[in-house]
Structures are given as structure tokens and as C-alpha cells.
Nanobody, 128 residues
Framework: QVRLVESGGGLVQAGASLRLSCSAS????????MGWFRQPPGKEREFVAA????????SYAESVKDRFTISRDNGKKMVYLQMNNLEPEDTAVYFC?????????????????????WGQGTQVTVSS
């Protein structure tokens, strides 16, 4: 069983940066595509970014493209989300998730139903 634990959230002002981290244990981390999702207050969980198991391909939601960067370190079993130029609309609980069934040649997926394992989330609040 895979356990994911997020960290790095907090309260920041608009324009600031934050780096979220997700630590994995159990399973075979290097075989999983990884994603970040977020759930704004009163809204559905939405896709933010994803990265293939070898780190060679990434995908982003339009709303965060050019501001957020996803990366991973398979040796440390970590995945990161660097968030720059944060906006109040980025306020949400951010979740790390693993897609254990994605084959390397297939495109990254942005639906929550494709991800098997989830962390507990970390709160990011951006004030204006």
C-alpha cells in the first residue's frame, strides 16, 4: 500500500511563492505517474499538474501553466510542486496522488478517478 504525505502549505500574500512536497512510502514510487490536485472552498477537486514516472513528461492545468512546476526525485520518493506568483484563486487544499496504472507511452491523465492513492492534503491560502 502506498502512503502519501503532503507538506509545505501555508498562508501567503498574492505574488508569493510556495513549494509543496509529497513524500511517498510503500509501493514502487518510480513506477507511478504522480499528480497534484486541489480543492478550492466549496468546489470540486481539480487537476493541477502531473508528471510521468521517469520525470520526462509533465502536464498542467491552463490556470497554472507558466506559474507552477511539478518535479520528482525517484531516489528520495518525493514529488514537488513549485508555485510562483500565487493568486487568491489558488487558495485550496492541495493533494498529491499516484496513478499506478499509467503505462509510460500513454498520455498523463487529469481525472481524479485514474489516481489510486491520495494524500491527506495541505492547505494553501493566498491573501490579496
Amino acid at each position: 500500500q502506498v502512503r502519501l504525505v503532503e507538506s509545505g502549505g501555508g498562508l501567503v500574500q498574492a505574488g508569493a511563492s510556495l513549494r509543496l512536497s509529497c513524500s511517498a512510502s510503500g509501493g514502487t514510487f518510480s513506477r507511478y505517474a504522480m499528480g497534484w490536485f486541489r480543492q478550492p472552498p466549496g468546489k470540486e477537486r481539480e487537476f493541477v499538474a502531473a508528471i510521468k514516472r521517469n520525470g520526462g513528461t509533465t502536464s498542467y492545468a491552463e490556470s497554472v501553466k507558466d506559474r507552477f512546476t511539478i518535479s520528482r526525485d525517484n531516489g528520495k520518493k518525493m514529488v514537488y510542486l513549485q508555485m510562483n506568483n500565487l493568486e487568491p484563486e489558488d487558495t485550496a487544499v492541495y493533494f498529491c496522488a499516484a496513478d499506478s496504472r499509467l503505462i509510460l507511452s500513454a498520455p498523463l491523465r487529469d481525472g481524479t478517478n485514474y489516481y489510486d492513492y491520495w494524500g491527506q492534503g495541505t492547505q494553501v491560502t493566498v491573501s490579496s
